[in-house]
């Protein structure tokens, strides 16, 4: 079993849609927890960390469901420059990060 | 500043021959971490260092080999190149990698190709 698992999409929305993206991780010890995003053939970039109670920045929001072990992002009001690649990523509390496949988003006008 | 700086950007090698892919950070981190990137895969971890002269192995660390002589360089050796080590390599550092602070910066990757 994968440590972290996402849903590869592709998910394509209109402009001013609502998305959320589900990531879900196999070690109950993990402890800190990232969304990437990653533009075609660049590198990956952090978006937000994942805190125990839930954070947002502006448009996006990630919450952490630890009992369940899955981790998610909602992104609303969908711009075309939010279509990217969003990775999961998962630390176990080693010095080891785990990364998500990639959940593929694009925004179409 | 520069961030995290890999060279090359891309490289072709047959099977059998030996590079070094190099990786040079600015910022002072203690950690720095080698990602190979395959379709399908995810990002996968090669090596890590969390500081000048320890370095440990991530989860695929077979047929790759690294140092870390100094806090600003982490390079990358393939001692004998074969064709499933054709991938986009990413190198990343932090200042550490357990806690939710701890951002990791990728550098800009080498595709690598081996025939």
């Known amino acids: 079993r994968k440590e972290v698992e996402q849903d590869p999409g592709p998910f394509n929305v209109p402009e001013g849609a609502t998305v959320a993206f589900n990531c879900t991780y196999s070690n109950s010890a993990s402890q800190s927890f990232f969304w990437y995003r990653q533009d075609c053939r660049k590198e990956p970039k952090l978006l937000m960390s994942?805190?125990?109670s839930g954070n947002e920045d502006g448009r996006f929001t990630a919450q952490l469901n630890r009992a369940s072990q899955y981790i998610s992002l909602l992104i609303r009001d969908s711009k075309l420059s939010d279509s990217a690649t969003y990775l999961c990523?998962?630390?176990?509390?080693?010095?080891?990060?785990?990364f998500g496949t990639g959940t593929r988003l694009t925004v179409i006008p | 500043n520069a961030g995290v700086t890999q060279t090359p950007k891309f490289q072709v090698l047959k099977t059998g021959q030996s590079m070094t892919l190099q990786c040079a950070q600015d910022m002072n981190h203690e950690y720095m971490s080698w990602y190979r990137q395959d379709p399908g895969m995810g990002l996968r971890l090669i090596h890590y260092?969390?500081?000048?002269?320890?370095?440990d192995q991530g989860e695929v660390p077979n047929g790759y080999n690294v140092s870390r002589s100094t806090t600003e360089d982490f390079p990358l050796r393939l001692l004998s190149a074969a064709p499933s080590q054709t991938s986009v390599y990413f190198c990343?550092?932090?200042?550490?990698?357990?806690?939710?602070?701890?951002?990791?910066?990728f550098g800009a990757g080498t595709r690598l190709s081996v025939l």
């Open positions: 260092s969390v500081g000048a002269g320890i370095t």
């Open positions: 990523v998962v630390n176990t509390g080693a010095n080891n990060l785990f």
């Open positions: 990343a550092s932090s200042y550490g990698a357990v806690l939710a602070k701890n951002i990791q910066y």
């Open positions: 994942v805190y125990s």
